[in-house]
């Protein structure tokens, strides 16, 4: 019944309905964060690094970049100038344990997942994008750097 939609125009409400959606799903994104950084069980720290590189550079990703997927070409650009010395060839290889890593972590939903034949980072839930917009995210990576 979209005709009795209306619009909210109570600024406060709003921005607390938000406030609110986005304080349920932040253990779930963070969650999804720490996981894939985490690496499998006997990921080395080398194959961890790289992973919170992956993160970091899809988190970081504009809405339409996000929306659209983005190519392993542009995530590998994106990975370099977070970090120069992760070699491209582990990125690509790590690309394609994204949706096992997932599943091993027990992040459900899935948040992304790649498309080996077209070579693209999609993403899977959507309400990532809602939550990047309006909540108040805590990276792995910011907590690391002491920000």
Not at 60 to 83: F, M
């Amino acid at each position: 019944m979209r005709g009795d939609i209306k619009p909210v125009e109570d600024q406060v409400l709003l921005n607390k309905a938000r406030q609110h959606i986005c304080e349920r799903v932040t253990v779930r994104y963070s969650k999804f964060a720490t996981s894939i950084a985490a690496g499998f069980a006997k990921s080395k720290p080398k194959v961890r690094e790289a992973y919170l590189a992956i993160i970091r550079a899809y988190v970081t990703s504009t809405t339409p970049e996000l929306l659209a997927g983005i190519a392993e070409t542009e995530l590998l650009q994106k990975v370099a100038e977070i970090n120069g010395e992760i070699p491209e060839k582990r990125v690509k290889a790590l690309l394609r344990y994204m949706d096992r890593l997932q599943w091993e972590q027990q992040i459900e939903p899935i948040v992304v997942t790649f498309d080996p034949s077209r070579k693209l980072l999609n993403l899977a839930d959507r309400h990532l994008i809602f939550f990047l917009k309006y909540g108040s995210p805590i990276w792995p990576w910011e907590l690391e750097n002491g920000e």
